[in-house]
Structures are given as C-alpha cells and as structure tokens.
C-alpha cells in the first residue's frame, strides 16, 4: 500500500468517527438522528441535547480535521503522484488528507454512512494549515451567527469567507506562505459546505430555518442524564 494511500484510509477512518453520535448516545441514551433536524452534527447536537454536549462533539469534530490534516499527513511519502510539481506538496498532501476526514465526516463506516455536513471537520482541516486566517473566518462566523442567530446562514457564509480571505492575503498583500492550492480547495469546501446546506437554504427563504434561542437541552430531552 502506497502511503499517501495509507494517509488517505487513515484520514477517512478519523473523520469517520461519529462524535456527535457517540455523545448522543454514550451519555444520554439520545440517538440525535432521530430528533431535531435529524442531523448527526454538532448543530443538532446544540439543538437537541445543550451546549455542553454541543461543545464536546465540536471539539471531536474539530479535532477530526486537525488530526487529518496536522498529524496523518506528516507520514513520510515515498514517491508524489505526478501533477502536483506546481503546487506545494505539503499543502496538496494536507488538503488531500483533509478532504478524506471530510468525506469521513459525512459517510462515516462506524455510523451506517450517516453523518454530519462536514463544516467543524472542515475548520479543524484548514486550522491546521492557515491558522491566521481561520481566526478571521471564526470572526465572520461568530458575528453573523450573534447578528442573525442562524447557524446555517453563519456556517456558509464563514466557508465563502475562507477562499476569500485566502485571496486577499495572496494576491493583496502578497504572502507568499499560502500556496495556490488553498485557493482551489478552499474554494470547492466552501461551494460543498453550501451545497450540503440546500435543506437550510430552503428554509432561510421561507422564513422557517430554526434560530438559536438558548443553550438549554431541547424539550423533551430533560431527565435523559448530563454531562
């Protein structure tokens, strides 16, 4: 087995670990698949069981990335596939790897293939790789999450927030650290972070996307155990 091949099992494999499920289930006996938004994100997770367990699976799903793409893909690669000669290696290599946590995320093999929208893994990716500008797009993210109290609306906006961040800092001010391949993938994250948002889009224009009111477990869920 090649090991950029075993980079991408492995990163495949971590991002297919269902924190937002496990939490669910190992603490309160809640499947979250089955409530709220039927999603098995940190979203629903916040929704239906409270910010404590929210917290925990965000940090499962963040940490999912940052293992991808800052530990996984440091494993020594014998001999690069031939096409990345115009682009940084150790970029190509941690975005390669990240996108596996990612699709991990999504099509988890320990959770029947039924995962999350891939927006917290996809952080923790890009955290380990820029960081700098992370932090900006955690700033858009938190003001437009408290401005409108819509965590879609925030979640997309943020991924459309990367790529044009990593723009301006390339082409505006001219940081030669960031490699072109940030540009593209970040920009194919963003426009797949969207696209697996079209439910919430639907319901933004309708008027009937949930807000977030509180922090509180979601009706129903009281009584079922705490962390």
Same mark, same amino acid.
């Given at each position: 087995?090649?090991? $950029?091949?075993?980079? $991408?099992?492995?990163?495949?494999?971590?991002?297919?670990?269902?924190?937002?499920?496990?939490?669910?289930q190992l603490l309160y006996g809640v499947d979250v698949r089955r409530h709220g938004s039927l999603n098995a994100g940190a979203t629903n997770v916040f929704r239906v069981l !409270?910010?404590?367990?929210?917290?925990l699976s965000t940090v499962v799903d963040? !940490?999912? !990335?940052?293992l991808a793409a800052g530990v996984i893909a440091t494993i020594r690669i014998d001999e690069l596939p031939s096409g990345f000669a115009f682009w940084q290696?150790?970029?190509v290599i941690r975005l390669l790897a990240g996108i596996a946590?990612?699709?991990?995320?999504?099509?988890?093999?320990?959770?029947?293939?039924? !995962?999350?929208?891939?927006?917290?893994?996809?952080a923790g990716v890009l955290f380990a790789i820029t960081p700098k500008?992370?932090?900006i797009v955690i700033g858009i993210f938190m003001l437009v999450l408290f401005g409108s109290r819509y965590v879609s609306l925030a979640s997309m906006i943020a991924a459309l927030?990367?790529?044009?961040?990593?723009?301006?800092?390339?082409?505006?001010?001219?940081?030669?650290?960031?490699?072109?391949?940030?540009? $593209?993938?970040?920009?194919?994250?963003?426009?797949?972070?969207?696209?697996?948002h079209r439910s919430n889009i639907q319901r933004l224009l309708a008027g009937t996307e949930s807000k977030v009111q509180n922090f509180r477990l979601a009706h129903g869920m009281r009584?079922?155990?705490e962390l």
């Open positions: 087995m090649g090991s $950029l091949t075993l980079i $991408l099992l492995l990163s495949y494999f971590a991002g297919s670990i269902p924190g937002s499920v496990w939490v669910g !409270g910010w404590k367990a929210g917290i963040v !940490g999912k !990335g940052l290696v150790e970029s946590a990612i699709v991990g995320h999504m099509l988890p093999v320990w959770a029947r293939f039924q !995962g999350g929208k891939g927006v917290n893994t996809a500008t992370m932090w927030t990367f790529p044009a961040t990593v723009a301006i800092r390339m082409f505006v001010f001219d940081i030669e650290a960031l490699d072109r391949s940030l540009l $593209l993938f970040g920009s194919i994250f963003a426009l797949a972070i969207v696209y697996a009584g079922r155990g």
